[in-house]
């Protein structure tokens, strides 16, 4: 079973830092896509393909980064500048073909 632990997630103030990380179970690039999701909808955040291709949403661009390191099969989302409208439980999800495999979440919580 593939498993995905996020870490990283904690309180700072508006404009701070965070780095969240996802540590994957297996090669991550067994899988389509690895990436970054936000709220109980799970909308995108950020996510990067098995070629490298990086997709980063709308609200976060400029912002937020997603990078990997294939010796730790360890996705991470840098996130800067952080607005409170960014506060959120944020999940790592793993996609193969039509399944997405997912973390059990990190809280994110951006004071003003």
């Known amino acids: 079973q593939v498993q995905l632990v996020e870490s990283g997630g904690g309180l700072v103030q508006a404009g701070g830092s965070l780095r969240l990380s996802c540590a994957v179970s297996e090669n991550i690039f067994n899988f389509n896509s690895v990436g970054w999701y936000r709220q109980a909808q799970r909308e995108l955040v950020a996510r990067i393909n098995v070629?490298?291709?990086?997709t980063i949403a709308e609200p976060v661009k400029g912002r937020f980064t997603i990078s990997r390191d294939s010796a730790t099969n360890t996705v991470y989302l840098q996130m800067n500048s952080l607005k409170p409208e960014d506060t959120a439980d944020y999940f790592c999800?793993?996609?193969?073909?039509?399944?997405?495999?997912w973390g059990q979440g990190t809280q994110v919580t951006v004071s003003s």
């Open positions: 999800g793993a996609v193969l073909l039509s399944r997405t495999f």
């Open positions: 070629g490298g291709v990086t």
